[in-house]
């Protein structure tokens, strides 16, 4: 392989995780010669800046950029922007790559001209038994719905992957990350690429860890963000970017609405009871199937309603601000979550 690869990271406030991404990349099984790191920080205020600066005096491939404004798609076009590699990966500063993934991905991309971009599996980490279950919830269908990425359920042509491999001359073609995004750029981005004529491969041969939300507030403002973003989103571009976002939002629609009838009807509370009788059902199945024992069950349980709660609450929330009230992003939506 003889590609020259840029790993671009954008990074904020990320002392705890930070070192593990960059060994990472630096002891990738692809040619270290070929491979520069750029670390875009969003002005953190912990050791991040430290580390970075330490690991660069000793690595002449890694590079540190400043994002001053601090939002991840700013990063990811600076580190873009600054690239000199023919294709250019993204990665979270709260993962890392297992060692051959990109030499999978290049490999990928040199196999398939009509692909764009390549990435492999995303594996849920834990720190904690909390964490354990959180991971084990966003592993499974029922939690996430058909995202292979994260379900592993099949390899070859799909709609997104986590951490991509890009073709250098596609930012070239459709552009860069869309500024305006707090979350949901890489989707944003994706659906452009396909869009425009580009396929994304997902290579079950490789993976990327991801560390997951060490709480379920956390847990909660995420994936509430991340449903709120993809309706601004779907209102850039006209269209449902895929049908899997609109589940959640349904949940919540028809809960609220039983709801109601119960309150206005009490004697209908059959309705209500069929409803969630068919949800827990159904979440207990697959939390039994993954679960070793009760305490787990209970918060893989519990995990599997924070997303679909979430998630369908920053849909709507999205839907009445962007669609009915024709509102634009509000300052405090950009404030991310760890």
């Not at 206005?264 to 070793?292: C, H, M, Q």
């Amino acid at each position: 392989m003889t590609k020259k690869v840029s790993v671009v990271i954008p990074c904020r406030n990320e002392e705890d995780f930070i070192v593990r991404c960059l060994d990472s990349v630096i002891n990738s099984d692809y040619p270290a010669q070929l491979v520069e790191i750029l670390v875009c920080d969003g002005m953190s205020n912990d050791r991040t800046p430290a580390i970075i600066e330490e690991y660069s005096r000793k690595n002449s491939s890694i590079r540190y950029l400043i994002n001053e404004k601090i939002t991840t798609p700013y990063a990811l076009n600076s580190g873009i922007k600054n690239a000199t590699g023919d294709v250019i990966i993204i990665l979270g500063a709260h993962a890392e790559f297992s060692a051959n993934y990109i030499s999978e991905c290049v490999s990928v991309l040199e196999k398939k001209s009509d692909v764009w971009c390549a990435g492999g599996l995303l594996n849920n980490v834990s720190t904690d038994e909390l964490t354990n279950s959180v991971s084990l919830a966003m592993s499974a269908p029922f939690g996430v719905g058909n995202a292979h990425f994260r379900t592993g359920l099949k390899a070859g042509y799909v709609d997104t992957v986590a951490f991509g491999a890009y073709r250098k001359e596609v930012f070239e073609k459709i552009g860069l990350f869309d500024e305006e995004l707090a979350r949901n750029q890489d989707d944003e981005f994706n659906f452009r690429l396909l869009k425009n004529g580009g396929k994304i491969w997902l290579s079950t041969n490789t993976s990327a860890t991801y560390y997951v939300r060490s709480s379920f507030s956390k847990l909660f403002q995420q994936y509430f963000q991340y449903g709120y973003w993809k309706v601004y989103v779907n209102k850039k571009h006209k269209s449902i970017t895929t049908l899997r976002q609109l589940v959640p939002a349904l949940f919540i629609i028809v809960l609220y609405a039983l709801l109601i009838i119960v309150i206005l009807f009490p004697y209908r509370w059959e309705y209500l009871f069929l409803f969630s009788a068919i949800y827990a059902g159904t979440a207990t199945l697959f939390a039994l199937k993954l679960s070793e024992n009760f305490k787990q069950f209970f918060t893989v349980l519990l995990s599997f309603f924070i997303l679909h709660t979430s998630y369908g609450m920053g849909y709507i929330e999205g839907f009445v601000n962007f669609i009915l009230l024709n509102k634009q992003p509000s300052k405090s939506k950009y404030e991310l979550t760890r």
